[in-house]
């Protein structure tokens, strides 16, 4: 990476200067210390280090510090300027056909780090209830979760994508006898949900049900309303909503690896015995008939009920018999997905660890706001839009990648406005079909190189400017002089190409996708501004040769960069 180059030729350069006793009173250096940045002028250069932080133990000023660390750089294949306390760097063209040669020879592992310290992660999303389909908040925990899964592999980690399946509680119980409700109607029998908002709590009473209700019958033929079991329905209503939420997530190009059970969990005993090792670590006492966890005394702001009163667990009981198995089960790295109303779960989690003998730092928490639905400019609740309640019905009003791409481009953290309109269009004001458009308008101009075409005034076939072969020996053979020709009109280009490197460490180091998003918007709009400057396909073969190269190592990082995000990447528009 550039910026990685030039902050080591400058730390080098300090290292020497301190050795030499020419940094004033500086008598040490701790690299990691300064940052590459782009000059606000760009007639500066293109990358620049502000060192006035050193005037602090140089007791020198900033410029002096400059000019002494610019002569122990190598200045080789770059210039340096210096203004006030900035050491300013314009490289050469060499350095950037070295870029696309580079990325023409990595192909799809363009981007890819080298030497990273590799972590088996496990990484859990969405984890709905299997009592209804998702909402759209589910969406974008998946579309977040399975990009960032994405991420972390191209970066270099094992990642192990998990579910887990809250299948141990009343709601299970409430799903059966809700679809008792839908079977019994499909049966002729005149009964309804309860109106009284209380009771009504008791149940799913959502349409949902009534196609599992006449699958029900179906399978069982001749059933009456007197034969229904409560426990069979409960199981059988269970294993159909399971069953939808995997279709839509395997639709929505999410794969996880494993579902994970909690009632499984607690029927292996792991709960118990999470139970006991707290109990035989003297981390539990009796208060009020129930037992209480001293979370506490690891961080939480008050201790914990984990055991009630009439000797049932809380949900914290099993969250800590989950966790301590995925540690179990040998994972480095734990992190979660969870909705921000989850917040203060997190102590009390990251407690129990640390109290079980778990670093609780290998677990991190990602907090998710919400999605809020926009038609038209207004801000939609969900609820009184009857059609848009649901990621089904979201995905099929504005297709898969749009979706995708939407819940992907703002920080998790962040309550993202899903403007439904804007999201179906086909315009430059629609981020994803900007990208995709961008990445459609390469693979244009590379068949236009190549293909024969007919003559818009005779009708007679016409040969491209290049042969099939020419293109394929222009990947395979690339001779980076050739990029010398348009690399003066393209810089601005390749320095944003050759900046995916930096974006993939840093967003797979602060777990962020939406800064994936922002710069495949930032590559496009570099494309489109050269495209509409300059013609790849003209006369002057040596200078289109250079230009159709530029153009694959576009494609190339685009589409690296959306299979991250898991949008198609259309060669036609």
């Given at each position: 990476?550039?910026?990685?180059?030039?902050?080591?030729?400058?730390?080098?350069?300090?290292?020497?200067?301190?050795?030499?006793?020419?940094?004033?009173?500086?008598?040490?250096?701790?690299?990691?210390?300064?940052?590459?940045?782009?000059?606000?002028?760009?007639?500066?250069?293109?990358?620049?280090?502000?060192?006035?932080?050193?005037?602090?133990?140089?007791?020198?000023?900033?410029?002096?510090?400059?000019?002494?660390?610019a002569e122990y750089l190598a200045k080789e294949n770059y210039e340096v300027s210096i203004v006030g306390g900035f050491i300013n760097f314009k490289i050469e063209n060499i350095l950037l056909a070295n870029a696309i040669e580079e990325i023409?020879?990595?192909?799809?592992?363009?981007?890819?780090?080298?030497?990273?310290?590799?972590?088996?992660?496990?990484?859990?999303?969405?984890?709905?209830?299997?009592?209804?389909?998702?909402?759209?908040?589910?969406?974008?925990?998946?579309?977040?979760?399975?990009?960032?899964?994405?991420?972390?592999k191209f970066y270099g980690h094992d990642v192990y994508q998990e579910f887990y399946i809250n299948d141990a509680g009343s709601q299970i119980q409430k799903l059966g006898n809700s679809l008792k409700i839908r079977v019994m109607q499909q049966?002729?029998?005149?009964?309804?949900?309860?109106?009284?908002?209380?009771?009504?709590?008791?149940?799913?009473?959502?349409?949902?049900?009534?196609?599992?209700?006449?699958?029900?019958?179906?399978?069982?033929?001749?059933?009456?309303?007197?034969?229904?079991?409560?426990?069979?329905?409960?199981?059988?209503?269970?294993?159909?909503?399971?069953?939808?939420?995997?279709?839509?997530?395997?639709?929505?190009?999410?794969?996880?690896?494993?579902?994970?059970?909690?009632?499984?969990?607690?029927?292996?005993?792991?709960?118990?015995?999470?139970?006991?090792?707290?109990?035989?670590?003297?981390?539990?006492?009796?208060?009020?008939?129930?037992?209480?966890?001293?979370?506490?005394?690891?961080?939480?702001?008050?201790?914990?009920?984990?055991?009630?009163?009439?000797?049932?667990?809380?949900?914290?009981?099993?969250?800590?018999?989950?966790?301590?198995?995925?540690?179990?089960?040998?994972?480095?790295?734990?992190?979660?997905?969870?909705?921000?109303?989850?917040?203060?779960?997190?102590?009390?989690?990251?407690?129990?660890?640390?109290?079980?003998?778990?670093?609780?730092?290998?677990?991190?928490?990602?907090?998710?706001?919400?999605?809020?639905?926009?038609?038209?400019?207004?801000?939609?609740?969900?609820?009184?839009?009857?059609?848009?309640?649901?990621?089904?019905?979201?995905?099929?009003?504005?297709?898969?990648?749009?979706?995708?791409?939407?819940?992907?481009?703002?920080?998790?953290?962040?309550?993202?406005?899903?403007?439904?309109?804007?999201?179906?269009?086909?315009?430059?004001?629609?981020?994803v079909f900007y990208v995709q458009y961008a990445y459609a308008r390469v693979c244009s101009i590379l068949r236009n190189a190549v293909n024969e075409r007919l003559n818009a005034e005779t009708g007679e076939k016409s040969t491209a400017p290049?042969?099939?072969?020419?293109?394929?020996?222009?990947?395979?053979?690339?001779?980076?002089?050739?990029?010398?020709?348009?690399?003066?009109?393209?810089?601005?280009?390749?320095?944003?190409?050759?900046?995916?490197?930096?974006?993939?460490?840093?967003?797979?180091?602060?777990?962020?996708?939406?800064?994936?998003?922002?710069?495949?918007?930032?590559?496009?709009?570099?494309?489109?501004?050269?495209?509409?400057?300059?013609?790849?396909?003209?006369?002057?073969?040596?200078?289109?040769?250079?230009?159709?190269?530029?153009?694959?190592?576009?494609?190339?990082?685009?589409?690296?960069?959306?299979?991250?995000?898991?949008?198609?990447?259309?060669?036609?528009?």
């Open positions: 990476m550039l910026k990685d180059f030039f902050l080591n030729e400058v730390e080098e350069a300090i290292l020497k200067a301190i050795q030499d006793n020419k940094l004033g009173q500086a008598s040490e250096y701790q690299k990691g210390t300064l940052i590459v940045e782009k000059p606000k002028n760009p007639n500066f250069g293109d990358f620049a280090v502000n060192v006035s932080s050193l005037a602090r133990t140089a007791k020198i000023a900033p410029p002096v510090i400059a000019n002494v660390i023409l020879k990595k192909k799809e592992n363009y981007g890819r780090p080298e030497n990273i310290e590799k972590e088996k992660i496990l990484l859990e999303y969405v984890s709905a209830n299997p009592t209804g389909p998702f909402h759209i908040g589910h969406g974008r925990w998946a579309a977040m979760g399975s990009a960032l899964a994405n991420l972390l049966l002729g029998e005149n009964i309804d949900f309860p109106e009284d908002e209380t009771e009504r709590k008791n149940y799913y009473p959502g349409d949902y049900l009534i196609p599992a209700a006449k699958k029900y019958i179906e399978q069982n033929p001749g059933i009456t309303a007197d034969k229904l079991d409560s426990q069979i329905l409960s199981d059988f209503a269970k294993k159909e909503m399971e069953e939808c939420q995997k279709k839509l997530l395997e639709e929505f190009r999410v794969h996880f690896d494993n579902f994970y059970s909690e009632l499984e969990l607690h029927k292996s005993g792991k709960v118990e015995e999470s139970y006991k090792a707290l109990m035989e670590k003297g981390m539990l006492y009796e208060q009020d008939g129930a037992m209480w966890f001293k979370s506490s005394a690891f961080g939480d702001d008050q201790d914990r009920v984990i055991k009630k009163a009439d000797g049932s667990n809380t949900y914290l009981t099993a969250d800590i018999a989950y966790h301590a198995d995925k540690f179990n089960r040998g994972f480095d790295r734990l992190i979660n997905i969870w909705g921000a109303d989850h917040h203060g779960y997190v102590a009390r989690v990251k407690a129990s660890l640390e109290a079980l003998g778990y670093n609780p730092d290998k677990l991190e928490i990602l907090l998710g706001q919400l999605v809020n639905l926009v038609v038209n400019g207004e801000e939609v609740r969900m609820g009184k839009r009857k059609n848009m309640v649901t990621l089904d019905d979201l995905i099929e009003e504005v297709g898969i990648d749009a979706t995708r791409y939407w819940m992907e481009m703002r920080n998790i953290d962040m309550t993202l406005d899903f403007d439904i309109e804007l999201a179906k269009r086909s315009t430059d004001e629609n981020p290049m042969s099939r072969e020419e293109l394929d020996n222009l990947i395979e053979n690339f001779d980076k002089n050739i990029i010398l020709k348009t690399a003066d009109s393209a810089k601005a280009l390749i320095l944003k190409l050759e900046e995916f490197k930096s974006v993939i460490v840093l967003s797979a180091q602060n777990r962020t996708v939406y800064t994936i998003c922002r710069y495949v918007q930032e590559l496009a709009a570099e494309f489109h501004s050269f495209y509409n400057s300059n013609r790849v396909i003209c006369d002057d073969k040596e200078l289109m040769q250079s230009r159709l190269a530029l153009m694959l190592a576009i494609k190339t990082t685009l589409k690296n960069a959306l299979d991250i995000l898991a949008v198609s990447v259309p060669e036609k528009m």
